[in-house]
Each structure stands twice: as C-alpha cells, then as structure tokens.
C-alpha cells in the first residue's frame, strides 16, 4: 500500500527518474500498512506497535544491515484452489517454511517484498498476492551473531492452475502440503499463516 501523492510531491510509491525508489519510500509504506493493520489477535497488536516503534527508532529499520532487528516479508504461496501450500526447507532453520525474506533497496512496498520473494524460491510466475497482511510474526535469526530478530509481516499468494515450483539455492527442497497437513519439522506460524491465507482466498 502507497500513500496518495499530495500536493504535487512524489508519494513513496513513485519513482524518481532513472527508475530510483524516493528515499525513504519502503520504510513510509511499512508505517502506512502497520498503522491501518487491524490484528485480528491481541498478541499480534502488541507485536503490530512493537514493529511500529522500531520503525520511529530506525530510519534503515527495514534493512538487513540494521541491528540486531528488522522489518522482513513472507508469503505462504498457495496452489489455485487453496488446498496446498508451498514449503521450502530452509537450509539454516532445519523446518518446512514460507517463502520470504529481506527487504532490498529498490523494494517500493512491502508488498512488493513479499511478490518478490515468493516469486524468486518457488520459480513460479504469476503469483496473485492475495489482499494482507495476514499476520506477523517475531522470530530469532542468525543475522547478526550471536542471534537478531525478524519482524515478518505476512502475506499469502496463488498460484496458477498447473504451476511447476522450481527449487532455488536457498533451499533444500521444495514440495506442495495439505494446508491442514504441513508436517513436522515445521512450526505454528507456518500453519497458522497458511490457513489464514485459505480463507482469504476462499472469502475473496
């Protein structure tokens, strides 16, 4: 989500010329979706205003290279009727994930992080991102040793009828799960974020 353009000033969805994002442009829609995200659960505002403060406190708070915390995306990626989900197994986590992860430089949105990034592990064009997020979540990582924290904000995505995945170097496999049978190793985030993102499509 962009916010308007006003008065003539480029709005942080706008390019400058040479196809270069505003300065600050992420970060701005980041405040913007987490300020009019309505959590459906209490932990998930608390963590909602927790997400919103490091934002106030970090201008590169969106960035990998702010530490030890920051902003990421995630898209569980769903097959065309909603009764699969696409896993990877993460290579350092050892369990069955989303697709996800850092924000870069030329990312206009959060949104547009989470298309990007689904779009690059499962190798499937034409992912429909489905209207989010659908939830967030506080995870430790090894970023910046001994350990950070993600601050995922979380989408779902379709895929095509007849989509293919393709597996990339980030993981070490890549398959289609029941959305109520995700095995283990896995963990509640993932399945709580893969049912969310069945009902959106199913009530959409």
């Known amino acids: ?7 003539g000033r480029s709005g942080p969805g706008d390019l400058l010329p040479g ?25 998930e505002d608390a963590l909602r205003q927790e997400f919103l403060a490091h934002l106030h406190a970090h201008g590169d708070g ?12 995630t898209t569980a990626v769903l097959s065309h009727d909603g009764e699969r989900v696409l896993l990877t197994l993460h290579g350092k986590a050892g369990l069955w994930l989303p697709m996800g992860g850092h924000c870069e430089p030329g990312d206009l949105s959060l949104e547009a992080v989470a298309l990007r990034e689904a779009t690059e592990e499962s190798g499937i064009p034409g992912l429909r991102l489905l209207p989010g997020p659908l939830a967030l979540d506080r995870h430790r990582v090894w970023c910046h040793p001994p350990f950070s924290h993600h601050l995922d904000v979380e989408y779902g995505a379709v895929a095509p009828a007849g989509a293919e995945a393709v597996i990339s170097e980030e993981s070490l ?5 029941p959305v109520d049978g995700i095995p283990d190793p896995s963990d509640e985030a993932t399945r709580r974020l893969a049912r969310r993102a069945r009902e959106a499509l199913l009530s959409g």
């Not at 496999?173 to 799960?177: G, Y």
């Open 1 to 7: 989500m962009s916010l308007p353009d006003r008065g």
């Open 19 to 43: 196809g270069d994002p505003p300065p600050g442009a992420l970060h701005a829609d980041a405040r913007a979706v987490l300020g009019a995200w309505h959590a459906p659960t209490g932990a």
């Open 62 to 73: 969106m960035y990998r290279e702010c530490v030890p915390d920051h902003l990421t995306a």
């Open 173 to 177: 496999d890549l398959r289609w799960f």
